[in-house]
Structures are given as C-alpha cells and as structure tokens.
C-alpha cells in the first residue's frame, strides 16, 4: 500500500533533570498511515500522545526509531507540507486574527490577493469572519483555538497534525468543528493525525483508532471504523458507534487508573 | 480633566513651598522662583547655553544608541541561548548593582577627557536594563508560541523578527525606557565630575561661581525635561503593556 507517514519503533525517554529519574514516554511505536487517512490516537493523560506528534513533527528528535514522511526520514525540522495545531493557545497576541491567520503566507511571500482569498476562506470556515479585526486577548478560548486551526489549514498542509484541538470547546461546538474537519479532510485529501481524549471524537472522526496505554506509551489496539468517506456527527446514532466507544473503553479503563494510580 | 487638575494643583504648591523656603533660607542658598525664572530666560537666549545643550544631546544621543540597540543585541541572545542566559544572569545582576561612578576614572584613563569618556558613562548606565529586560522578555515567551513558529517554517531571522520581537515587546520597551532615563543621568554625571562642556559642565561652574539663580534655572530645566519625557515614554510602555 502507498505510504504517507511511517513511523518505526519510535521510543522517547525525557532526560532527567537534576535528581529526577529519566521518564519513558514512548516505547516502540510502528504505524503506518495510507495518503488521506483520518487516523486517532487515543489515550490515558500523560501516557506521551502529544510526544508522539511533536516528534513526528519534527519538534522532538526520537531517542529511537524514526519516522518517514513523504519518503523523507524528518530529521529536527519540520517538515513542507505539515501543520500543526496544538493543544495550547498558540495564537499571536500582538496580531489582530486576520494577521494571525496570514501569518505563514506572508513569511513564504504569498502574494497579496491570493494572501487574502485564502485568509478569508479560513476564517469562514471556522467561523470567525466577523472577528477579524479582533485581537486574540478579546476572544474566548475556543475561538482562540480556532485561529489557530485557521493559521494551520489556510498553509494547506498535506498531514495534518492536531493535538487536542478542540479541547477547549463545549461538546456542540466540538461536534460541529469535528464536522468541519471532517468536510476539510474530504475536501483536500489531507491525512490527518489526531490526538484526542474524547472517545465520542474519535469514534466519529477517524477511520482507524489507536489506543494507547498508559504510560510508557504504545499501542495496544488499532480498531477500525469503517465508516464511509462521506460521513458526519450523525454516526453517533449508529449502533456501531455505541460499539467503538465501549471497544475502546474495555482497553483504556484498566490503563486510565493505572495512570491515575501512578 | 480632573488629573490635569491635579497636576496644576501640584505644580502651584511646589511653587508655594519654593518661595516659602526661600523666605526662610535666603538668597545665599535658593533662589526664588520669580528669579528663577528670570535665569531661565536668560539662559535660554544665551549662546553659550544652546553651545552646552548640543555637547550634552550629542553625547546623550550615542549613549541611548548604544545602550538600546548594544542591550537589544545582547539581551537576545541571552534570551535565546538558556545555558549563556544561565551564565549571564548573576553577573548581570552584579554588574548593575555595583555603583558605576566607581568606573569613571578607568573611563577617563580610557578615553581621555571628552566626548567618548560621556558616551561611555552613559552607555553603562542605560545597557544593564536593556540588557535584562529584553533577556526576561525573550526568556518568558511562551515555548508554544515558538513551536509554532519552527511549525510553520520560519527562518532564524524571520523567528526574530516576526514572533520574538513582538512577543517580547512591552518588556523591551520597558527596559528601554529606564535605559534611556539612566543613559542621561551617566551623561549628566559624567560632565558634572570631569569634562570641559555640557549641562553637567556648566551646573558644576555655576555652582563654584556661587551662581545660584543659574544653578536653580539649569535644574529646573533639566528636571521638566525629565518629567516630560520619562511620561512620554510611559505613556507608550503602558498602552504596550494593555494591548499586545
């Protein structure tokens, strides 16, 4: 099969710092994404899901393994062709959202009317248009995010990273922008790697979930949805769905209180 | 308006307590605020006056070039590298705390009597604080914010430029601002101990000649420029500091 991402027996271990014992965050990860796959990892909290994407975006070099994009090893730097929306807010305070949302094409000196069509469609896609005059400081969390999401997609990168993008909205709006990402997925033939908390969010977006354990984190199930292409929140009311989440819920409740318990 | 008020309010008790303490001390010590002003004029159409004031701006001038664009430069790049920021940090510290009159016979030793011993007591009052603010600004940018800066591509020069820059801005243009308030007063202090023109100059003259109108006039003169532009620069600190 055609190959867009290959990672291979990914491990990271965090140096340690001062006294502290080294912590394994990663061990031996393989996966292997087909172009235009919408693949989710799931997981406890702190078992190395958004290590995992900053390594494959090239912003944490793997103590082992490696990792293949587009026939290219990435090697500490990222990647044309990738975006990245992290979990945090990572919006430019000092730039008003249309600015922050133009960011990346006015760096790889885009021209100014093509700058501008694209701006504009990115913020109506995420629902922003009439915020952007606004400065981030004047937005909610969520929108925020969205800027965010916006800054990423208006780049249209060809692997799209995320890491819990929509953890910062109420559960309609998760639904709806999930919606969204799903209507950009098929529009643009991105594949896009998705690391979430939400069982819900992964049953419905992806086609093939891994489940990782607590940490050190590796797979321990990959299951597949087999939803169509053409597919929407409203699988939520399939049976299958009500079937994924409790698949996934079987392996990630004994690792969820292991991680709480340690 | 009603700060504005106050400000008058304040001005016109200072002026009170002025002629009040000259009443008391007499003209031997102060001047009165009418004579005052009267030497002001008179310094203000005198020659040899503008002559001291553009040996001070121009000294003053290159101390303020130095210190802000020197404390940007290096203060970047202790902000960048954490490990020279480590090193640095202490001795930055050090550095300020020590009080740098103690420096100035090595300047004179140095550069001689002159423009470039001024410029060199300027520049080492006004750096420091350039130098630290700008380090803490870089330092305290929030690592997602430069991840998504390397996330999208962007080049050494481009990060600089586009994302830290900005980001640390307010906290640059606070160090700024107290480095240009102490880039003149090393100006000032090294004309008053050694030196053969500017304000400092002409105060320390005026003051061996028991002149003491002149000695009050050039205070006052100095102390509203000051007030004038340590608010102006205050003004533009806070309206960075609420916007972003």
């Given at each position: 099969m055609d190959v867009a991402l290959e990672i291979e027996g990914v491990s990271h271990?965090?140096?340690?710092?001062?006294?502290?014992?080294?912590?394994?965050?990663?061990?031996?990860?393989?996966?292997?994404?087909?172009?235009?796959?919408?693949?989710?990892?799931?997981?406890?909290?702190?078992?190395?899901?958004?290590?995992?994407?900053?390594?494959?975006?090239?912003?944490?070099?793997?103590?082992?393994?490696?990792?293949?994009?587009?026939?290219r090893e990435i090697l500490g730097e990222v990647p044309d062709g990738v975006g990245m929306v992290f979990?945090?807010?990572?919006?430019?305070?000092?730039?008003?959202?249309?600015?922050?949302?133009?960011?990346?094409?006015?760096?790889?000196?885009?021209?100014?009317?093509?700058?501008?069509?694209?701006?504009?469609?990115?913020?109506q896609f995420v629902g922003l248009a009439?915020?952007?005059?606004?400065?981030?400081?004047?937005?909610?969390?969520?929108?925020?995010?969205?800027?965010?999401?916006?800054?990423?997609?208006?780049?249209?990168?060809?692997?799209?990273?995320?890491d819990?993008?929509?953890?910062?909205?109420?559960?309609?709006?998760?639904?709806?922008?999930?919606?969204?990402?799903?209507?950009?997925?098929?529009?643009t033939g991105a594949t896009v790697l998705l690391i979430t908390h939400?069982?819900?969010?992964?049953?419905m977006l992806s086609d093939r979930i891994g489940v990782m354990s607590a940490r050190p984190g590796r797979f321990i199930e990959t299951l597949i949805t087999g939803w169509p292409r053409d597919r929407d929140s409203q699988v939520v009311n399939e049976r299958h769905f009500g079937e994924l989440t409790a698949q996934m819920w079987t392996h990630l409740r004994a690792e969820s209180m292991r991680s709480i318990g340690t | 308006m009603s700060r504005r008020f106050d400000g008058v309010l304040f001005t016109l008790a200072v002026l009170l307590l002025w002629e009040l303490l000259y009443r008391v001390v007499g003209s031997s010590g102060l001047s009165s605020p009418l004579?005052?002003?009267?030497?002001?004029?008179?310094?203000?159409?005198?020659?040899?006056?503008?002559?001291?004031?553009s040996a001070t701006a121009e000294a003053f001038a290159f101390a303020v070039a130095f210190s802000l664009l020197g404390g940007l430069a290096i203060g970047l790049v202790l902000g960048l590298s954490r490990f020279a920021g480590d090193v640095f940090d202490p001795i930055l510290n050090a550095l300020t705390a020590i009080p740098k009159i103690t420096l100035y016979p090595v300047i004179l030793l140095f550069f001689g009597l002159g423009m470039e011993a001024k410029v060199a007591f300027g520049t080492i009052h006004g750096i420091f604080?350039?130098?630290?603010?700008?380090?803490?600004?870089?330092?305290?940018?929030?690592?997602?914010?430069?991840?998504?800066?390397?996330?999208?591509?962007?080049?050494?020069?481009?990060?600089i430029r586009t994302v830290l820059l900005p980001a640390a801005l307010p906290e640059i243009v606070s160090g700024m601002r107290i480095g240009v308030s102490l880039a003149l007063l090393g100006t000032l202090i090294g004309e008053l101990f050694a030196s053969d023109r500017g304000i400092g100059f002409m105060l320390i003259q005026s003051v061996e000649h028991s002149d003491v109108p002149t000695t009050m006039a050039i205070t006052v003169l100095l102390f509203a420029?000051?007030?004038?532009?340590?608010?102006?620069?205050?003004?533009?600190?806070?309206r960075l500091h609420q916007g972003g």
């Amino acid at each position: 099969m055609d190959v867009a991402l290959e990672i291979e027996g990914v491990s990271h271990t965090f140096v340690a710092e001062g006294n502290g014992t080294p912590v394994r965050a990663l061990d031996g990860i393989d996966l292997r994404l087909a172009p235009g796959e919408f693949f989710s990892v799931i997981g406890p909290s702190g078992c190395g899901k958004s290590t995992l994407l900053e390594i494959v975006a090239g912003l944490t070099q793997p103590t082992a393994g490696r990792v293949v994009f587009d026939g290219r090893e990435i090697l500490g730097e990222v990647p044309d062709g990738v975006g990245m929306v992290f979990q945090e807010d990572a919006s430019f305070p000092w730039l008003s959202v249309w600015d922050n949302v133009a960011f990346g094409l006015r760096r790889r000196g885009t021209d100014a009317a093509e700058t501008k069509r694209r701006v504009d469609y990115a913020l109506q896609f995420v629902g922003l248009a009439d915020f952007a005059r606004h400065h981030p400081r004047q937005l909610s969390g969520g929108m925020r995010q969205r800027v965010c999401i916006a800054r990423t997609l208006v780049l249209e990168p060809r692997l799209i990273l995320l890491d819990e993008p929509f953890g910062a909205l109420d559960q309609q709006t998760r639904l709806v922008m999930g919606e969204e990402l799903l209507r950009l997925w098929r529009e643009t033939g991105a594949t896009v790697l998705l690391i979430t908390h939400g069982l819900d969010e992964a049953a419905m977006l992806s086609d093939r979930i891994g489940v990782m354990s607590a940490r050190p984190g590796r797979f321990i199930e990959t299951l597949i949805t087999g939803w169509p292409r053409d597919r929407d929140s409203q699988v939520v009311n399939e049976r299958h769905f009500g079937e994924l989440t409790a698949q996934m819920w079987t392996h990630l409740r004994a690792e969820s209180m292991r991680s709480i318990g340690t | 308006m009603s700060r504005r008020f106050d400000g008058v309010l304040f001005t016109l008790a200072v002026l009170l307590l002025w002629e009040l303490l000259y009443r008391v001390v007499g003209s031997s010590g102060l001047s009165s605020p009418l004579a005052t002003l009267g030497a002001v004029v008179h310094l203000l159409s005198s020659a040899s006056f503008w002559k001291n004031v553009s040996a001070t701006a121009e000294a003053f001038a290159f101390a303020v070039a130095f210190s802000l664009l020197g404390g940007l430069a290096i203060g970047l790049v202790l902000g960048l590298s954490r490990f020279a920021g480590d090193v640095f940090d202490p001795i930055l510290n050090a550095l300020t705390a020590i009080p740098k009159i103690t420096l100035y016979p090595v300047i004179l030793l140095f550069f001689g009597l002159g423009m470039e011993a001024k410029v060199a007591f300027g520049t080492i009052h006004g750096i420091f604080p350039v130098i630290i603010l700008t380090m803490n600004g870089v330092r305290n940018i929030r690592p997602v914010v430069r991840k998504a800066a390397r996330a999208m591509r962007l080049t050494p020069a481009q990060t600089i430029r586009t994302v830290l820059l900005p980001a640390a801005l307010p906290e640059i243009v606070s160090g700024m601002r107290i480095g240009v308030s102490l880039a003149l007063l090393g100006t000032l202090i090294g004309e008053l101990f050694a030196s053969d023109r500017g304000i400092g100059f002409m105060l320390i003259q005026s003051v061996e000649h028991s002149d003491v109108p002149t000695t009050m006039a050039i205070t006052v003169l100095l102390f509203a420029v000051a007030v004038i532009g340590g608010i102006a620069m205050l003004r533009i600190d806070r309206r960075l500091h609420q916007g972003g």
